[in-house]
T-cell receptor, first 113, second 113 residues
Framework: GESVGLHLPTLSVQEGDNSIINCAYS??????FIWYKQESGKGPQFIID?????DKRQGQRVTVLLNKTVKHLSLQIAATQPGDSAVYFC????????????FGAGTRLFVKA | GAGVSQSPSNKVTEKGKDVELRCDPI?????LYWYRQSLGQGLEFLIY????????KSGLPSDRFSAERTGGSVSTLTIQRTQQEDSAVYLC???????????FGQGTRLTVV
């Protein structure tokens, strides 16, 4: 469903560890998924995307996994750094209904030095 | 610039006054979104414009909120008779058709006193 201003869950990790942020999406017609990173005082910015014909995509230190069977998306950040501290949003875009992108509720990642 | 531009960046208004927030999307982007974000919370969808289609207004919280998009480009979000609970950051984003990556502006921080 659509985010309605829920209080953000927080994930706290030690610097250097790997982080995994999870997201459950709602629409089985969604075929395009994006992870965004929002730093304090800024708008969300694109990190990585994946289409529904894939189940894994890798970027620099980040990997997105897609499980269409259970409608689950995850973002893995390798060797987490203090600069990774931010709020992370998943987003889905269905291939119907005007292609409106729907954002998840977001997860706050806090990296401990 | 080449990005999404929002103005003003900050707005302080008295309760009961009307405000207009402006968004200049990336040239050529047919999709435009408005979101609201309260402190420490997720993105609350407000309205979505896609090309010449009727806008999806399903997220507007009350009839005090309205938005228009002129000539398929600039958009204005208007809040009439502002209330203190309207205080938030209002984010605009645009994307090309077919649900590509959304590019966000820096937002307008609205404070109603």
């Amino acid at each position: 469903g659509e985010s309605v201003g829920l209080h953000l869950p927080t994930l706290s990790v030690q610097e250097g560890d790997n982080s995994i942020i999870n997201c459950a999406y709602s629409n089985s017609a969604s075929d395009y998924f994006i992870w965004y990173k929002q730093e304090s005082g800024k708008g969300p910015q694109f990190i990585i995307d994946i289409r529904s014909n894939m189940d894994k995509r890798q970027g620099q230190r980040v990997t997105v996994l897609l499980n269409k069977t259970v409608k689950h998306l995850s973002l893995q950040i390798a060797a987490t750094q203090p600069g990774d501290s931010a709020v992370y949003f998943c987003a889905e875009t269905p291939n119907t209904g005007g292609f409106k992108t729907i954002f998840g509720a977001g997860t706050r990642l806090f990296v401990k030095a | 610039g080449a990005g999404v531009s929002q103005s003003p960046s900050n707005k302080v208004t008295e309760k009961g006054k009307d405000v207009e927030l402006r968004c200049d999307p990336i040239s050529g982007h047919t999709a435009l979104y408005w979101y609201r974000q309260s402190l420490g919370q997720g993105l609350e969808f407000l309205i979505y414009f896609q090309g010449n289609s009727a806008p999806d207004k399903s997220g507007l919280p009350s009839d005090r909120f309205s938005a228009e998009r002129t000539g398929g480009s600039v958009s204005t979000l208007t809040i009439q008779r502002t209330q203190q609970e309207d205080s938030a950051v209002y984010l605009c984003a645009s994307s090309s058709r077919q649900g590509a990556e959304a590019f966000f502006g820096q937002g307008t921080r609205l404070t109603v006193v």
